[in-house]
């Protein structure tokens, strides 16, 4: 079973790693929001699998609290680091 | 390896399966649209597979339930991240892929 | 009436259980933690009934609706996946118009999320009565897949569609 863990780590975080090129690549922002869902869930994932595969019960509070972070993080970025609009309009 | 040990490696690995079913979504889907509809929904579902996986390993209800409840909060951010998202893109005017 | 009583209204026992039953899942059972505990469910109970006054959810819509999203998320997963997997790139996506029967409030927002969370479908926008879906595969009959899901989304409420 450790194998399988560790194993199943690398696995989660070469995702990870893949996924990040849709977020350089985007084209659009909304493209690069992207990555706040899949890190919300694909780090979670990480992050329960080592608390199992090394006893760690306090890591699987880091996952509860990315979880939140995650959440938190994509609403602030849809409501104040994306360009509204409005602006796009106004110009000329 | 027991039989529970075997059906856990097995719920982990489908859970594995389905993470890079959403990571090739992300990557080859045509517009954000349908990225999102990849990456939330198999990315979910992995999850879901691998806290199954990994409460049946843990041999306990408390931890068992406490993963579960990680699983519903992720859940319920993707769901409000995903539309947030999305309705962005459609006021900000980012066009929709069609056949 | 249950509301007569002015600190069952402020602490309804429904809350205080779910919430007691969240932090004993999140201390893992600690028995220490109940000390900051106690507080944190006492506060979290009366900020809830504040802002969002008691639902009434029935057991056996419950344990439906938790069949039924199961169910379908797992299918559509596949879908959604193997759609990924398969060279071709199997998609026809569109973007479709859903009148909702569901009242504002709670179970409408409810339906919202769950809408997101099935695969094959995204809840893009919502103005008035009319959701407007995102969905991967036009050529499947969504509108019905709506109705079933909204049919059930009213059963877990207590309610019945007009």
Sequence with gaps: MPDLYHALTLFLLLNLGAGLWRVVRGPTAADRMLAAQLFGTTAVAILLVLAQAGGVAALRDVALVFALLAAVAAVAFVRRAWPQPEDEHDRP | MTGPDYLAALLLLAGALFFLAGTLGLLRFPDVYTRLHALTKADNVGLGLIVLGLSLQSGSWLVAGKLILIWLLVLLAGASVSHLIARGARLRGIPEWRR | ?162
């Design chain 3, 1 to 162: 009436m249950q509301s007569r009583n002015p600190l069952r209204a402020a602490l309804p026992l429904p809350r205080l259980l779910a919430f007691a039953l969240v932090w004993w899942l999140i201390s893992e059972g600690a028995a220490a933690s109940w000390s900051i505990g106690v507080p944190a469910v006492l506060l979290a109970s009366w900020l809830s009934a504040r802002l969002l006054p008691p639902q009434r959810l029935t057991p056996s819509g419950l344990l439906r609706f938790l069949g039924f999203f199961l169910l379908h998320s797992l299918l559509g997963a596949v879908d959604v996946a193997q759609r990924a997997f398969r060279p071709a790139r199997p998609l026809n996506p569109g973007m479709i118009d859903y009148s909702l029967q569901l009242g504002p409030g709670l179970p409408r927002v409810f339906m919202l999320n769950v809408v997101s969370l099935l695969p094959g479908t995204l809840s893009a926008d919502l103005e008035a009565d009319c959701l407007r879906v995102h969905v991967l595969d036009a050529d499947q009959d969504n509108p019905a897949q709506l109705a079933q899901l909204e049919a059930r989304v009213a059963g877990l409420f207590g309610l019945t569609l007009p």
